[in-house]
C-alpha cells in the first residue's frame, strides 16, 4: 500500500518543545558562563594563595594577603541566627494565619506578610541601622552586658561593645528579611493539606494542637524545609542589608556584639575602590567561595529532602 | 542569586562603550565619588553656558581607573593618583582638578567643636588601639584645661573602600612610624584589632555612628562634618602648631604643597609643611589618555577642565571644596600642551 507522506512544516507542538526547550538550555548556559567568568576573574587570587584561600584568616589590602575564612564566618554565622530565629516565627505565623485565625484576620495579615517580601533590601539596611541598631543597643546590648556575659557557655557571645550593630545584628535583619518567604511558603503548603485530613483527626478527639503537629506538620515537612532553604538562600547571599549593620571587620570574633564581615557585603565595599589586581582578583575569587558555599547547602538540603521522604 | 553581579556589570560596561562611541557631543567620565558633587555641578553650569554635556558616574576610583584604562570613558577621575610608572605603562597623564579636607569627629560629652586638640601620633595612637580612654594621658597633656571623661574610646571607620581612608591613613602613616611599618595606606585597610572598631558604610555611616556612640571618634569628609554638626576636633600642623579646619587652613595646605617636584603629580597633601596648613587635605585627580582618538573631543573635555579651573571656584568653595591654586593650574595647562596629542601626532592644545 502506498504511503502518503504529507509536506514537512514545522507543527506548533515541534516549535512549543524547541523554544522551552532553548530557554532551559539558555540558563544551563548562563550559568556555565557566570561560573566560567568568575574562575577567570578570581584565577589570580586562586594561583596566588591556592585551595587554602578559603581558610585564610587575613584580608590586608595594605600588603596584598587575602584569605576568604573571615567573610566566609560571618555569613555562616549571621545565617544561622537568621535561621534559628525566622524558621520557628515563620511556622507559628503560617499556622496561624492557615489554622486559626479567622479570614478577616489572616487576610489582611496574609497580605501584609507578602509585601514585606517586596520591600528592597537596602531599605531593611537602613532601617536596621538608624532605627534598630540605636534600639538594640540600648534596650538589648545594654542589658546582655550586665545580665548575660556572666552565663556558662554562652557569657561569651554577648561580651562586646553595645554598638547596635554586629553579628548579631545582621542575623535578626536577615531574620525579618526571610520571614516572609518562609511563612508564605509553608502557609501555602498548608492550604493543600486536604481538609478530610483536619476533619479526621477533630473527629477522633484531637485537639488542634494535635492536630497542627501530628497531622498536619508531617504532611508538609518536605514543603517546610524546602521553603527554609529558600530563605536560607537569601540569606546567605544577601548584601545590601547586611553591609549596613554587620560593621565590616574582616575578623573572626567569638562575640556576636563584634563587627564582622559577611562575602556578599565585602565584595559590595570593596569592589568600586579596589585597584590592586590582586585584590580585585580576591574579591572576585570571594564570589566564587559563596557560590560553592550557597552550591554545598543546597546539595546537603536536597540530601536532606531525600532521606526524609 | 549575586554571581548574576558580574553579569550585570558586563552588561552596563558594554552599553557604557557603546554610547560612548556613538555620541562626540557628549563628554563621559567616570570614577571617584567624593569629587561627584563639584563635577555635577560643574557640568551643569558648563552646560548652561555651553550647551556641552559632561557625564559623570560616581562609580569609585577603581572602576574610574579600570573604566579609562579599557577606555570606554572619555575622562578617569581617581583620589588615589597612579605612580608615574603605571601612568607611563598606561599612556596616560594625571592632574589634580580640586581638593577636599578631611577632619577627625568624636563624641565626648562636654566637648564642644574645635575645642579637643589632638596631634597626629595620638590620633594614630587611638586608631592603634593603643590609647583606649578618652582621659589617657596623651590626650589630657595635650588639653591641659578640658575635663575628659574615662570613657572607652570607639573608633569609627569607613566599612566600604574610599579614598577617604586612603588619604586618613595616609597620613597616619606620616606621623606614626608604626602604622606604617604596622598598617599602612589603603582605600581599604585591615584596622588594627587591638581598638574596638566599628565600620561606616560612606561618610553618613560613620557620622551616624560618632553621633550615636558615645566615646566615638570617626574621621569624615570635611563638608560632611559640618553639614551633620559633628565635633570636630583641633589637628597640630607638621610645623607644630594646633590648627581650626577652616578653608584658610586648608588653602594654605595647598599652598605649601611642592607640585613642581611630583611626576605624573602624585602629591599628598597630608602633614604638609608650613604652621598654617591643616595636615589632612588631599587633592583629587583626573586620567586621560595621552593619545587622543578624537582631537574635537579631547578640545572640548580640556575646554571643561580650563572653565572649571578659572570659573568654578565660586561653586567649589560653596560645596567645601578647596579649588586649586593658579600656580597647579599653570602646571596643569604645560602638561596639556606637551603630553596630549592626536593619535596622529598632532597636539590637543
Known amino acids: 500500500m502506498p504511503t502518503i507522506s504529507l509536506p514537512k512544516r514545522p507543527d506548533g507542538d515541534t516549535l512549543f518543545f524547541r523554544l522551552s526547550f532553548s530557554s532551559a538550555v539558555l540558563i544551563l548556559l548562563v550559568l556555565t558562563g557566570i561560573v566560567l567568568s568568575l574562575i577567570d576573574g578570581g584565577w589570580m587570587a586562586l594561583r596566588e594563595f591556592g585551595p587554602g584561600f578559603v581558610f585564610r584568616n587575613i584580608w590586608d589590602p595594605v600588603n596584598g594577603q587575602f584569605g576568604a575564612a573571615s567573610a566566609v564566618y560571618g555569613t555562616l554565622v549571621s545565617s544561622l541566627i537568621a535561621m534559628v530565629i525566622a524558621v520557628p516565627l515563620s511556622l507559628g505565623v503560617a499556622i496561624f494565619l492557615a489554622e486559626l485565625a479567622p479570614d478577616w484576620v489572616s487576610q489582611p495579615v496574609g497580605m501584609a506578610i507578602e509585601l514585606l517580601a517586596a520591600v528592597p533590601s537596602i531599605i531593611y539596611g537602613m532601617w536596621g541601622l538608624f532605627v534598630f541598631a540605636p534600639w538594640f543597643s540600648d534596650g538589648f546590648q545594654m542589658w546582655a552586658a550586665d545580665h548575660l556575659v556572666d552565663l556558662p557557655l554562652i557569657g561569651h557571645w554577648f561580651d562586646g561593645p553595645p554598638i547596635g550593630i554586629g553579628l548579631l545584628t545582621a542575623g535578626i535583619i536577615l531574620a525579618i528579611m526571610i520571614l516572609p518567604i518562609v511563612s508564605s511558603l509553608v502557609r501555602d503548603a498548608l492550604k493543600t493539606v486536604p481538609n478530610v485530613l483536619r476533619e479526621a483527626a477533630y473527629g477522633v478527639g484531637a485537639t488542634p494542637f494535635e492536630v497542627v503537629t501530628k497531622v498536619l506538620l508531617p504532611a508538609i515537612k518536605n514543603a517546610a524545609v524546602g521553603a527554609s532553604i529558600l530563605g536560607l538562600g537569601r540569606a546567605l547571599g544577601e548584601t545590601m542589608a547586611v553591609a549596613f549593620v554587620i560593621g565590616g571587620a574582616n575578623r573572626i570574633e567569638t562575640s556576636l556584639f563584634m563587627p564582622a564581615s559577611s562575602i556578599s557585603s565585602t565584595i559590595a565595599q570593596q569592589f568600586n575602590e579596589a585597584t590592586d589586581p590582586l585584590h580585585i582578583s580576591s574579591l572576585i575569587g570571594l564570589g566564587i567561595v559563596l557560590f560553592m558555599l550557597t552550591f554545598v547547602v543546597m546539595g546537603f538540603a536536597r540530601v536532606l529532602l531525600k532521606k526524609k521522604r | ?349
Open chain 2, 1 to 349: 542569586m549575586k554571581p548574576f553581579r558580574s553579569v550585570m556589570i558586563a552588561t552596563l560596561m558594554a552599553s557604557a562603550a557603546t554610547s560612548a562611541v556613538a555620541s562626540t557631543a557628549i563628554i563621559n567620565g567616570a570614577g571617584a565619588s567624593f569629587p561627584h558633587p563639584i563635577y555635577a555641578r560643574w557640568a551643569e553650569d558648563y552646560n548652561t553656558e555651553t550647551g556641552t554635556r559632561i557625564n559623570y558616574q560616581a562609580i569609585g576610583s577603581g572602576g574610574g581607573i579600570r573604566q579609562i584604562t579599557a577606555k570606554t570613558v572619555d575622562f578617569g577621575a581617581t583620589d588615589a593618583p597612579l605612580n608615574i610608572e603605571r601612568l607611563d605603562k598606561e599612556n596616560m597623564i594625571q592632574f589634580p582638578m580640586v581638593m577636599g579636607s578631611i577632619v577627625p569627629v568624636i563624641n565626648v560629652p562636654g566637648i564642644e567643636p574645635g575645642q579637643l586638640r589632638l596631634d597626629g601620633k595620638t590620633l594614630a595612637d587611638i586608631y592603634l588601639g593603643k590609647i583606649k580612654r578618652w582621659n589617657d594621658d596623651a590626650i589630657v597633656r595635650l588639653n591641659p584645661g578640658l575635663n575628659l571623661p574615662r570613657r572607652a574610646i570607639y573608633v569609627v571607620h569607613r566599612s566600604d573602600g574610599s579614598g577617604t581612608t586612603y588619604n586618613f591613613t595616609d597620613y597616619l602613616s606620616r606621623v606614626s612610624p608604626e602604622w606604617k611599618e604596622n598598617i599602612g595606606a589603603n582605600t581599604d585597610i585591615s584596622w588594627p584589632s587591638a581598638a574596638t572598631t566599628i565600620g561606616g558604610n560612606g561618610n553618613a555611616g560613620v557620622a551616624n555612628f560618632v553621633s550615636r556612640t558615645r566615646g566615638a571618634i570617626g574621621y569624615v569628609e570635611f563638608a560632611f562634618a559640618k553639614q551633620n554638626d559633628l565635633t570636630y576636633t583641633q589637628l597640630q600642623s607638621a610645623d607644630g602648631k594646633f590648627l581650626q579646619p577652616t578653608m584658610e587652613t586648608f588653602q594654605a595646605a595647598a599652598a605649601n604643597a611642592d607640585w613642581a617636584n611630583a611626576p605624573g603629580f602624585k602629591l599628598l597633601l597630608n602633614n604638609q609643611p608650613g604652621a598654617d596648613s591643616w595636615p589632612m587635605t588631599a587633592a583629587t585627580f583626573i586620567l586621560m589618555h595621552k593619545d587622543q582618538v578624537d582631537g574635537d573631543k579631547a578640545r572640548t573635555i580640556l575646554n571643561f577642565f580650563e572653565w572649571s579651573y578659572e570659573h568654578g571656584n565660586e561653586q567649589a568653595i560653596a560645596l567645601d571644596y578647596i579649588p586649586m591654586p593658579d600656580s597647579v593650574v599653570s602646571m596643569v595647562s604645560d602638561l596639556w600642551k606637551n603630553e596630549l596629542s592626536t593619535v596622529n601626532g598632532e597636539p590637543v592644545r
